[in-house]
């Protein structure tokens, strides 16, 4: 029941939204980029709020106070889940866009919610696209704009982490932002590998922000903050 509630509520609360798609495009010909992100920070917090409740995730949040507010980031955590997403966009004390997968890009109403947003997607079958990908993302940074990735590039579906691929770490040193490194800790448990929903403890921890200037090789950034990852999980 709580399984069909969950995915029920969440394409539900999408396409109840759908009519704010005529706003969104009025605000984008209005040039009120502003407007637009903080209307639609509202009306996706309300949707990723209401999803952790129905998932039944009693979170454990530290850290928060770790992250600055006066500039943007880079959230860098691993991926156990599919409930990852909406636990950061709630839990973290600014908003962000993601990079997501470019099969996320396809999907109606939500591929284009999460364009608007900022989101950015990788093809990763194509290497010249994923670089003009890595190449938006770093501009969007620099514009003041935090964003989220997931090096793994897939969730692990369990407390393992997966191939940590350095080069999503390319962003924060070509823009010269902070990373924040995320981990979670049990959020596989909410969804099963059969999308069977199930209550569990998920803590999340915000790491101490790593200062990317610091680091010319994306390898070497990519083990301290895999490092600072592992110490919470």
């Known amino acids: 029941m709580r399984t069909l509630l969950f995915q029920g509520y969440m394409w539900g609360y999408i396409l109840s939204k759908a009519n704010k798609s005529f706003t969104i495009n009025k ?3 209005a040039g009120k980029n502003k407007e637009k992100l903080e209307l ?12 952790i409740k129905i998932s039944g995730a009693n979170l454990i949040i530290t850290g928060t106070e770790n992250i600055p507010l006066d500039e943007p980031v880079l959230y860098v955590g691993n991926h156990q889940g599919n409930m990852d997403i909406p636990i950061l966009y709630s839990t973290a004390p600014q908003t962000m866009a993601f ?8 999907i109606p109403l ?12 990788i093809d990763r079958d194509n290497a010249r ?11 969007s940074l620099k514009a003041g704009n935090s964003i989220a990735v997931f090096p793994e590039g897939t969730r692990s579906k369990g407390p393992e982490i997966g191939n ?11 823009s010269g932002v902070k990373v924040v490194p995320v981990t979670f800790k049990d959020s596989y448990k909410l969804i099963g590998k059969k999308g069977k929903n199930t209550p569990a403890k998920v803590s999340v921890h915000y790491s101490d922000p790593i200062d990317s200037r610091d680091f010319k090789d994306t390898n070497k950034l990519a083990t301290e903050v895999l490092t600072q990852i592992k110490k919470h999980l």
Not at 40 to 51: A, S, V
Not at 110 to 121: I, N, P, S, T
Not at 164 to 174: E, N, P, Q, V, W
Request: a positive charge.
């Open 27 to 29: 605000l984008n010909k």
């Open 40 to 51: 639609m920070d509202k009306i996706i917090l309300k949707c990723t709020n209401n999803l």
């Open 99 to 106: 990079v997501a997968k470019k099969e996320m890009e396809k």
């Open 110 to 121: 939500l591929g284009y919610w999460m364009k608007e947003r900022g989101c950015v997607f």
């Open 129 to 139: 696209s994923s670089l003009k990908a890595i190449n938006q993302a770093i501009e």
């Open 164 to 174: 940590f691929k350095s080069g999503s770490l390319r962003m924060a040193i070509k």
